[in-house]
């Protein structure tokens, strides 16, 4: 099978993502696919007429009542990190993949990302419990491999020591359809990716690869829902998701930097957003996104939308189409419908399916993150899944009660800021805390209970709900952990006892509402194996070649700076200012009149961020130099000195 990419279009990574999970059951060599640019008109009138014959065949299997109602199914993909014995990202991801063996499993966009993919069940007695069951028991399998090979698995929404090393290609998986993608993503953009993420702390840079959204790993949700109720059943799925948001919130760091509560809204939807910045107002829809206003009409209205709004990007070979299998008495895959809606990635997305010969309808919760543990994930998506199916009558028809810019704004309040976050629902201003206790709670219990969901399993993991309600989630958690460590520990330190932590956490299964700060001795840093990048500051002085000497030498004097490096017009590493350079001009003031670029030093030495920290040590003995600047490319990314070893 030939896929074609429509070059001119945006969104290009999502489409051949979802091609990779469209395929997970089918033998690994799909992962190979011959991906090619499109080149001949003939082949878009080709694609466009079976999208339109999906449609007329989607709208025919509604009218004719053919949609499964019931039992209602529920399913779930886990997406899980790997880390060496430093709590760092790994790079060996395929390698534990094929030693898995299981159809279960595929791989991600980075070698330190796997997926499970869990059988659906019917929701009724005790099938979270079994869901439960069945994920440990693959969990466990991937640490079986994982260990053979010196490595982690973790649950977590983004793991806390991925750093720039970690984003370069040699981290993507290597198939051809992530090759292809990082260069079609950078030929449709003309630019480097942009993220600018501001919470407590900022994270602004550019970067020239996808490697970002890797980052990204979530435990979704899915379920299934009436065809013939879809509008007011997907309208409520919006309406709860802030809140649902609020409490299973798990992503606050990304490189170091306190951002979001979850963070992951903010760098998915940037990490692969083609989108050029211009000087002209573009309200053009981003493909990742929470949808910008209630839907109406069916799931096939709901589609045409899409297709209204989103050029087609894929295509493939078509041996017949949907019209002439439904007149032979067989249900369509819609394989057109599919590629498009494959690359509309929606926080809650509309997923058709075919089971038994039988059409169906349901909603992927994509905003949950992974982890603290499975238990919390589980309690996550039984809160999810009770709230849709316990929704009060005056619940009903949400679009005519609330306002759809409220429910929006819930959504990104409860990714800014957690269990801190208020909302507008029914009319009030209320804390996610009494939302999610006086109503969510009760209404959770009421449609687990209408479902034949066993008391004591709904008990179970909505207890555990209740208990997070009324300490924290894994957001504040890990946010708490980090300050604490940062008061003894390197940056870098911190953020590998932090992960350490997690792990020890998650291996005794307390969940997290339970768990204690770290202590500090969950990992111990080896000092054999510590490189400048463990000490270095990366929060440095800088200025630029043609700033006033006399000013920055202030600047040094008060903040007790022995070492200033200096950028050139480029902003690359040209010089560097030191207190040795400077008092040979002291006697002379005339000089601090001049440029810096007249003092500074401009033969330097350097190390880069993998330098062992014991060559860097040598470098400033037999130099007889203090500090080193350190340096990707000509970049400067920090400095060390003799007091940081």
């Not at 963070?263 to 573009?282: G, K, W």
């Not at 800021?417 to 939302?435: C, N, P, R, T, V």
């Not at 209408?450 to 890990?478: C, F, K, Q, T």
Request: glycine residues 4%; negative net charge.
């Amino acid at each position: 099978m030939i896929i074609i990419i429509f070059i001119r279009e945006l969104g290009f990574y999502l489409a051949l993502d979802y091609i990779s999970r469209l395929y997970t059951k089918i033998p690994r060599i799909m992962g190979e696919l011959n991906v090619k640019k499109l080149t001949q008109n003939e082949e878009k009138v080709g694609y466009i007429d079976q999208l339109l014959t999906d449609i007329e065949a989607l709208e025919y299997m509604l009218e004719n009542k053919m949609f499964k109602k019931t039992p209602v199914r529920i399913g779930a993909e886990q997406e899980f990190c790997l880390t060496n014995e430093n709590w760092e990202p790994t790079n060996i991801a395929d390698k534990i993949l094929e030693d898995i063996n299981d159809p279960h499993f595929t791989s991600e966009l980075t070698l330190y990302n796997l997926e499970i993919n869990l059988d659906p069940l019917v929701l009724n007695d005790e099938c979270f419990s079994e869901l439960h069951k069945q994920l440990r028991e693959l969990i466990d399998k991937a640490k079986s491999s994982a260990a053979k090979h010196g490595t982690k698995v973790i649950l977590t929404g983004i793991l806390p020591t991925v750093d720039t090393k970690y984003l370069e290609t040699s981290y993507m998986t290597p198939l051809t359809r992530y090759r292809v993608l990082n260069e079609a993503i950078k030929d449709i953009r003309k630019d480097d990716i942009e993220l600018h993420i501001k919470g407590v702390d900022e994270v602004n840079l550019h970067h020239n690869t996808i490697l970002y959204e890797g980052c990204n790993t979530s435990f979704q949700s899915h379920l299934q829902i009436d065809a013939d109720n879809f509008a007011d059943t997907y309208n409520w799925a919006q309406a709860i998701a802030g809140p649902i948001l609020s409490i299973s919130a798990n992503s606050p760091l990304l490189l170091g930097q306190e951002l979001w509560e979850e963070t992951r809204i903010a760098l998915f939807t940037q990490s692969v957003d083609t989108r050029a910045s211009t000087f002209i107002l573009n309200e053009k829809e981003s493909r990742v996104g929470f949808g910008n206003d209630w839907v109406s009409g069916s799931v096939a209205d709901f589609y045409k939308d899409a297709i209204i709004r989103f050029r087609s990007l894929l295509t493939t070979d078509f041996d017949t189409d949907s019209m002439t299998l439904l007149k032979s008495g067989q249900t369509p895959k819609l394989r057109a419908l599919a590629l498009h809606n494959g690359t509309i990635y929606k926080w809650n997305r509309v997923c058709y399916g075919v089971t038994d010969n039988v059409p169906h309808v349901r909603i992927e919760n994509r905003y949950i993150p992974s982890g603290p543990t499975t238990d919390d994930e589980i309690a996550n998506m039984m809160l999810w899944v009770g709230v849709m199916m316990g929704r009060p009558k005056a619940f009903n028809e949400i679009h005519n009660k609330m306002n759809f810019k409220d429910i929006k704004g819930n959504f990104f309040n409860a990714a800014r800021y957690g269990m801190a976050a208020q909302f507008y629902w029914d009319g009030k201003l209320i804390s996610s805390q009494e939302l999610l206790l006086d109503h969510f709670l009760p209404m959770a219990f009421r449609g687990l209970y209408s479902m034949g969901v066993a008391p004591r399993d709904a008990e179970h993991y909505l207890s555990i709900i209740e208990n997070r309600i009324r300490s924290n989630n894994g957001s504040r958690w890990m946010i708490k952990s980090f300050r604490k460590l940062k008061e003894s520990y390197s940056v870098t330190d911190s953020l590998k006892i932090l992960v350490a932590t997690m792990y020890e956490r998650q291996e005794k299964r307390y969940t997290v509402d339970i768990w204690q700060l770290p202590r500090g001795d969950e990992y111990v840093i080896s000092k054999d194996h510590l490189k400048v990048k463990d000490r270095m500051n990366r929060k440095t002085l800088s200025a630029q070649e043609n700033d006033s000497a006399e000013l920055v030498l202030k600047m040094m004097l008060w903040k007790n700076i022995h070492h200033a490096p200096i950028l050139d017009q480029n902003l690359d590493l040209s010089g560097l200012l030191s207190w040795t350079d400077v008092k040979n001009y002291m006697e002379n003031p005339a000089k601090l009149k001049e440029n810096i670029s007249t003092l500074m030093t401009r033969d330097l030495i350097t190390a880069g961020p993998e330098t062992p920290l014991k060559e860097a040590k040598e470098l400033m003995r037999s130099n007889n130099i203090n500090c080193l600047p350190v340096v990707e490319g000509k970049k400067l990314i920090g400095i060390i000195t003799t007091n940081d070893l």
